[in-house]
């Protein structure tokens, strides 16, 4: 029997429908190269004329261990203020201001988040911290919208792993909704109370450490799904503790790692989720890590419910057999 699952962060419905189901191995299939040649690679270290001016980097004197630069193609540029113009009754615009910055993850055109060390996740993910934290002292932006695609299917252009962190003039629908969702929920925060119930239950438990818990959320809508959330309860990254920081970095590799083990090479996108700079209200900073092994169709497209073939309780059981921390430990 299908279930009908609430996500309680965004209000929507979701269909578990795990008797159509679907070993891990029922969704391989090879990952499309993004780009075969590397001695071409702009964000390669010796190519970085290729690129505008970094506005940061990290890292030893004479070298870059993390690059950020600005979008050479940016969806979001500018600073003129947003002034929404109407033309005609159904003709409303504004300016896209903003910024849109590339985050090169490395030095190494082949090592995607998976492969990074303990000290370049850490390095990675201060880097994110930083930049954030530069959008919410900049006038006129109010959130900034952290991704990372790896794989054609998941929209990559480029295969040198990065990042790309948006900092936008409005707060976005996805982020709305999930304000929304803490400012609804009757308990103290949600997304504590969701690592609590995760907790007690534990067979949707993926990993744990002493900075972050890793769930197969319950309202999954897509296979393998992973929410990493911070144990800590901070509303914004750019200002959460930077060990806690560095915890999540971590736990974004070990889930990769995890994946891999499971379903085989796999495009994914990788989604920060952080209050608006300015917000009150309730917020708990998390990450999402959605593989992209199945394509939105007409039903989910037309409704906007997704039908998640794999029971969450059954992908965090696959993704733990393959947790290599708790196999090392
Ligand atoms: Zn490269
Ligand atoms: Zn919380
Ligand atoms: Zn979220």
Not at 28 to 33: G, I, K, Q
Not at 78 to 94: H, I, L, N, R
Request: hydrophobic letters at 45%.
């Amino acid at each position: 029997m299908s279930q009908l699952r609430l996500d309680p962060l965004t209000g929507r419905w979701v269909v578990i429908a795990a008797e159509r189901a679907a070993r891990p191995d029922a969704f391989v299939r090879p990952v499309l190269e993004v780009q075969a040649d590397p001695s071409r690679c702009p964000f390669c270290p010796g190519n970085e004329e290729a690129t505008p001016p970094a506005l940061e980097t990290y890292g030893p004197n004479g070298g870059w261990l993390v690059r950020v630069v600005p979008n050479l193609y940016p969806a979001f540029a500018g600073d003129e203020p947003m002034a929404v113009s109407t033309f005609g009754p159904v003709f409303t615009q504004a300016p896209a201001s903003g910024i849109h910055e590339v985050l090169v993850l490395s030095p190494e055109h082949s090592v995607p988040w998976s492969g990074l060390s303990d000290a370049q996740a850490g390095l990675v993910m201060a880097a994110i911290r930083d930049r954030v934290a530069e959008h919410a002292s900049t006038a006129g932006l109010r959130y900034s919208q952290v991704i990372v695609n790896s794989g054609r299917e998941a929209g990559a252009s480029l295969e040198h792993p990065h990042a790309q962190l948006l900092g936008m003039p409005f707060v976005p629908r996805e982020v709305a909704d999930e304000q929304a969702g803490f400012a609804r929920f009757e308990g103290n925060c949600l997304l504590c109370t969701v690592a609590d119930a995760e907790q007690g239950v534990g067979h949707r438990i993926v990993q744990e450490d002493e900075r972050a818990i890793v769930v197969c959320p319950y309202w999954s809508g897509t296979p393998y799904e992973m929410l990493i959330i911070p144990k800590a309860h901070d509303a914004h990254i750019h200002r959460a503790a930077p060990l806690d920081v560095a915890g999540v970095g971590r736990a974004i590799r070990d889930c990769l790692v995890s994946l891999e083990a499971t379903v085989g090479p796999v495009a994914y996108n990788v989604v920060f989720h952080a209050a608006p700079y300015r917000a009150s209200g309730g917020f708990h900073w998390h990450v999402h890590l959605l593989p992209k092994l199945t394509t939105r169709a007409g039903f989910e497209l037309g409704t906007g419910v997704p039908i998640n073939l794999v029971a969450p309780e059954d992908a965090a059981g696959a993704l733990r057999a393959n947790d290599q921390t708790a196999a090392a430990s």
